[in-house]
């Protein structure tokens, strides 16, 4: 019963800098692990970064050191603040939830996805 939007998406160029963001509904978002992923055309989807339910991070290297993730559980948000942005960034981004039991998922839901364009 997880609902997942995401918002932010958009172009920008070279080095620009976008924020997305996810809200959930349907849980107790507390107890959800969160992750933004992304397809690019023609391409598989990837992960892109990650935060456990205490806060933890894990990036992708693609993207380590330019991106951000972070959570609010007072406002059932997961934000991905992307700065440096290369054209490789390009792709439609998908806020992910799991429930996972220790290193077991149990559930996973996916948004709808928003598209970033990095472009000149």
């Known amino acids: 019963q997880v609902q997942l939007g995401e918002s932010g998406g958009g172009s920008v160029q070279p080095g620009g800098s976008l924020r997305l963001s996810c809200a959930a509904s349907?849980?107790?978002?507390?107890?959800?692990?969160m992750a933004w992923y992304r397809q690019a055309p023609g391409k598989q989807r990837e992960l892109v970064a990650s935060i456990s339910t205490d806060g933890n991070e894990i990036y992708s290297d693609s993207v380590k050191g330019r991106f951000t993730i972070s959570r609010d559980n007072a406002k059932n948000t997961v934000d991905l603040e992307m700065n440096s942005l290369k054209p490789e960034d390009t792709a439609v981004y998908y806020c992910q939830a799991r429930i996972r039991v220790e290193m077991v998922t149990i559930f996973t839901y996916w948004g709808q996805g928003t598209q970033v364009t990095v472009s000149s």
């Open positions: 349907g849980s107790i978002f507390s107890t959800l692990y």
